[in-house]
């Protein structure tokens, strides 16, 4: 079962100059996995402790060694990269980088061989984690009811009844205050049915979000996010900022952005479900912004 669930999230990442036109998970057979594993081969990821600084996303070195290897090796892991080694044949020997995002769970790679249709599991990794898998992560900000609020939504690992999530903020240089967060989530049983509520669940974690209220026009704020435990300590998210609303009424330049689907694409070539590669540069451009 812990081969199957594996498979059912991994993405494909060829170590041979594979090329396809085709999405690898629409080819991988998950039925057909067996164990081949080798006291020989061997996969390692540094380094073990990601986010050390409050990164929701850090980059990843994988090592591996296959004394077997062939054309149609390949690795999975629940956060992939793209890659091809042209030498891995003849070496048996590869190095990759992978960019993970903190999912808040630890994250180990498999080595797999005979392709996607008949895969042997040839080796595990040992698997990394980040320092704080829970730390409130990925905030988003959207305009309140009124022009002069704002509304501040994040993820985190914490329950309600394991802390009390808020956001501290402030007029940037001066005094800040705290408004208090509402919490959401959703289970298995909030989801149509199969494989949403099986194979392809995913626990999202606590959806946080707090209100903004009574913000002075054209001013900079600067808010983080901020969970306390039941001891009294806060976990805090790194410091962001952002500028209020301009007057109703006033003379002022606004900016509107018109852009058509970018698709979904990671950083480090990962495959995924969708047809054809998103459009990174678009993304880049937006958050730039």
Excluded at 58 to 81: C, K, M, Y
Excluded at 86 to 104: C, E, H
Excluded at 108 to 116: D, E, P
Excluded at 183 to 193: A, E, K, W
Aim: glycine residues 8%; hydrophobic residues 35%.
């Amino acid at each position: 079962m812990q081969i199957i669930g594996l498979k059912l999230l991994v993405t494909v990442c060829f170590i041979g100059s594979v090329i396809s036109h085709d999405q690898p998970f629409s080819k991988i057979s998950v039925h057909e996995t067996v164990f081949a594993l080798n006291d020989a081969a061997y996969v390692k990821a540094s380094p073990l402790v990601l986010g050390l600084k409050g990164q929701t996303s850090e980059w990843l070195t994988l090592t591996l060694h296959n004394p077997n290897p062939s054309i149609d090796d390949w690795v999975g892991v629940f956060s992939p990269a793209n890659f091809s080694t042209p030498n891995y044949k003849d070496t048996g020997k590869a190095s990759m980088k992978f960019r993970l995002i903190n999912q808040r769970s630890d994250i180990s790679f498999a080595l797999f061989s005979g392709g996607l249709s008949k895969p042997k599991l040839v080796a595990v990794s040992n698997s990394v984690t980040f320092a704080n898998p829970n730390a409130p992560n990925y905030p988003r900000l959207a305009q309140g009811k009124t022009w002069n609020e704002m509304t501040v939504t994040w993820t985190s690992g914490y329950g309600i009844e394991k802390a009390e999530p808020f956001v501290e903020w402030g007029r940037k240089g001066e005094e800040k205050q705290r408004s208090f967060a509402a919490t959401l989530t959703i289970d298995r049983n909030s989801l149509c049915g199969a494989p949403a509520r099986t194979v392809g669940w995913r626990d999202p974690g606590f959806i946080h979000t707090g209100f903004l209220q009574g913000l002075w026009p054209n001013s900079v704020y600067t808010y983080k996010l901020g969970h306390k435990l039941s001891n009294s300590t806060i976990i805090w998210s790194q410091i962001r900022q952002f500028k209020s609303s301009p007057y109703p009424g006033q003379d002022s330049l606004q900016r509107v952005i018109i852009f058509g689907d970018m698709g979904k694409d990671e950083a480090d070539g990962s495959n995924d479900y969708n047809k054809g590669r998103g459009f990174l540069l678009q993304n880049i451009m937006l958050v730039r912004v």
